[in-house]
């Protein structure tokens, strides 16, 4: 078996200024401690291989010994695996810490679990006015279209052709949502057993899906301290492609969830010829396009020069509606016939009456996406002020678009926190659901989608929650499962 390898490059890149002036620490003890936080950051992911003691001894200027007992202290808490002849690879502690059970919910909670916004009440109603007006062509027919209504792929395809990726309706297939694209394409595009590329972190139904397919997911790091227009860590993309085998990757390049950040040109275009030279098939989920606060992103990843056999899934539920329950996958012809094939023996179709009103909804749309726009503007400055007040040592890095923050917490207490918010009015979704074996601990995802007013109502407890948990006993980080 194939062992995916971290260059040492990459890692001292990641492990910054791991020794500062004045640290008391042993040399050795500094690297193992930076190396363990980078493990519970999920910037070094489960099962790679580290870089042999020479090659980073001779990267950090550090004698080896140095760094064999970092090492060495590593294995001792259960952070690296190693067998005779072969690399260190990161494991699994053999402990897991004790997380409290979710305390009960104090009054009427603000729930900041959930990316979403509420309806535009009128344009969703004016919406299915339309779409019943119009259901009388429908009517003389069985109603089942496992590909979707011509009139929606019609329009779906033109917005495409408008942002620059020539497109045909036959090249759509309509989907009831994103979670069901992504359901079709694992079904069709892999096998129980193979490995999938993502993002790390990433939104917890992708990870939710590849595993419910008996698919791995393999993560590769984004890093939003490397700014709004990168974080992609494209040598970690091209090293997963190389020594995974992985077959499939599924990436969020356009206001990334949960760190809100986009793909600049030149990273699409990289991307795309990475994928094309290792024959991975690239999947890109664009649900979060159309929200871009600060620029609108790029052209598609589709659209560059090695783009012509990437999949794109996109969707109505996080810049319209989540009740609206319409998602579609732009791909070439061939593999949307598979995907009807494949389709047949689950379901028949997405339901008419939806697809005609995301129909008449997109046909029109910007004045309302631009409303959207404004309205997240405006709330995620609330969540800045907010998170300002009363979290300071909080840190995060604004992103172009999307619905949330990725905000840094000094301790890695976040799945404490989690349980601990609803005693203090507030609902969380703690950071490891968003990575893969408890990564993200030190990371809690804030949505800015709800009034201002409630923002700052539901920041003021989560500070709270926060002191609660910080004033208790610390969890032991070498004893955390990562």
Request: hydrophobic share 45%.
């Amino acid at each position: 078996m194939i062992t995916r390898a971290i260059g040492a490059g990459s890692l001292v890149r990641d492990l910054g200024n791991w020794q500062d002036a004045g640290d008391s620490r042993p040399a050795y003890r500094a690297l193992a401690d930076g190396i363990r936080l980078l493990v519970h950051d999920g910037r070094v992911p489960l099962g790679v291989a580290l870089p042999s003691e020479r090659e980073l001894a001779s990267a950090l200027s550090l004698s080896r010994t140095t760094v064999t007992a970092a090492y060495a202290a590593l294995r001792e808490a259960g952070y690296l695996r190693s067998r005779q002849g072969a690399r260190s690879t990161v494991a699994v502690p053999a402990e897991r810490t004790t997380v409290p059970a979710s305390a009960p919910v104090r009054g009427e909670a603000i729930d900041l679990r959930n990316a979403s916004l509420a309806a535009p009440a009128a344009a969703i109603e004016a919406a299915y006015s339309a779409a019943l007006g119009s259901m009388s062509a429908y009517l003389g027919s069985h109603g089942m279209e496992p590909v979707g209504v011509m009139a929606l792929r019609e329009v779906i395809a033109r917005r495409y052709r408008d942002r620059g990726l020539p497109t045909t309706p036959d090249q759509i297939m309509v989907t009831s949502g994103a979670q069901h694209a992504m359901r079709l394409l694992l079904g069709v595009l892999t096998d129980p057993g193979d490995r999938v590329i993502v993002d790390h972190p990433t939104y917890p139904n992708a990870l939710e899906a590849i595993r419910r397919h008996g698919t791995r997911p393999v993560p590769v790091p984004v890093r939003p301290e490397d700014g709004p227009a990168g974080g992609w860590d494209l040598d970690g993309l091209a090293g997963a492609a190389r020594q995974t085998g992985a077959r499939t990757a599924f990436l969020v390049p356009d206001f990334h969830n949960p760190t809100g950040l986009c793909l600049d040109a030149d990273g699409r275009a990289e991307l795309t010829r990475i994928m094309r030279d290792a024959q991975v098939t690239l999947v890109v989920d664009e649900t979060m396009v159309d929200l871009w606060l600060d620029a609108p992103p790029p052209p598609p990843v589709a659209a560059t020069s090695f783009g012509g056999q990437v999949v794109t899934v996109g969707s109505t539920g996080k810049s319209l509606w989540g009740g609206l329950r319409v998602g579609w996958i732009r791909a070439d012809r061939d593999l949307i016939v598979r995907l009807t094939g494949a389709r047949m023996a689950v379901d028949l179709g997405t339901p008419v009456m939806e697809q005609l009103a995301a129909a008449h909804l997109l046909s029109d749309v910007e004045d309302l996406l631009d409303a959207r726009r404004r309205v997240l503007r405006e709330r995620r400055a609330a969540l800045v002020a907010a998170l300002a007040d009363r979290l300071p040592a909080w840190r995060y890095t604004l992103g172009q678009g999307g619905m949330s923050l990725w905000a840094r917490m000094p301790e890695p207490v976040s799945t404490a926190l989690a349980a601990t918010g609803p005693s203090h009015g507030v609902l969380l979704a703690a950071g490891p659901r968003f990575g893969v074996q408890g990564a993200f601990e030190r990371f809690v995802r804030l949505p800015y989608t709800q009034e201002p007013d409630t923002l700052r109502r539901g920041i003021a407890s989560v500070a709270a929650a926060y002191s609660a948990v910080a004033a208790g006993p610390h969890i032991d980080e070498t004893r955390i499962v990562v």
